[in-house]
T-cell receptor
């Protein structure tokens, strides 16, 4: 079946540090890939997405590239801020389905 | 900006009691989802509605969970009786259309955090 594996957290960084959160997936065919963010006490918000191989999703300084050869969709940001502290979820959507499959989430804490 | 509304935000109940959660999707959204998020894990789909019809409830524990969306607008998720293992965050999401709608248009509510004692 389809699955998503994220690097285990928590991740703690200093402000302005470089961020990478690894995500790999298992799926048949060509899924769409997503990163969602969950701030404390809130629901999930879509951060970025990519729908085909080599696509790069970007938003708010975050980027992720759909790598079919390595089945990966790693999240990166060049300079994190305290306000980026949240839990980040990688997810996939199999073609023809409306069912999102999520990873377990990675908690990021950014210290001033 | 329109949002998905959920209530209550927090619920504490005792084992074997009945609980109910309410969700009001963004106006005009035909598809509604209920997810369960256990602490430290990602959300898992429980049930999906297209208008008032259930599209997918394969992961819904039907011996104790039920969901309805009678008029194709708001929805209620019920647990009876609640068990200790049901403690989790219950998230509702909605999207504008089914079967052709962009998958990124699932908008999530703030969730209901359930604690079963």
């Amino acid at each position: 079946g389809n699955s998503v594996t994220q690097m285990e957290g928590p991740v703690t960084l200093s402000e302005e540090a470089f961020l990478t959160i690894n995500c790999t997936y298992t799926a048949t065919g060509y899924p769409s890939l997503f990163w969602y963010v969950q701030y404390p006490g809130e629901g999930l918000q879509l951060l970025l997405k990519a729908t085909k191989a080599d696509d790069k999703g970007s938003n708010k300084g975050f980027e992720a590239t759909y790598r079919k050869e390595t089945t990966s969709f790693h999240l990166e940001k060049g300079s994190v801020q305290v306000s980026d502290s949240a839990v980040y979820f990688c997810a996939l959507l199999q073609g023809g389905s409306e069912k999102l499959v999520f990873g377990k989430g990675t908690k990021l804490t950014v210290n001033p | 900006e329109a949002e998905v509304a959920q209530s209550p935000r927090y619920k504490i109940t005792e084992k074997s009691q009945a609980v109910a959660f309410w969700c009001d999707p963004i106006s005009g959204h035909a598809t509604l989802y209920w997810y369960r998020q256990i602490l430290g894990q990602g959300p898992e789909l429980l049930v999906q509605f297209q208008d008032e019809s259930v599209v997918d409830d394969s992961q819904l524990p039907k011996d104790r969970f039920s969901a309805e969306r009678l008029k194709g607008v708001d929805s209620t998720l019920k647990i009876q009786p609640a068990e200790l293992g049901d403690s989790a965050m219950y998230l509702c999401a909605s999207s504008p259309q089914f079967g052709g709608g962009a998958p990124d248009t699932q908008y999530f509510g703030p969730g209901t955090r359930l604690t079963v004692l």
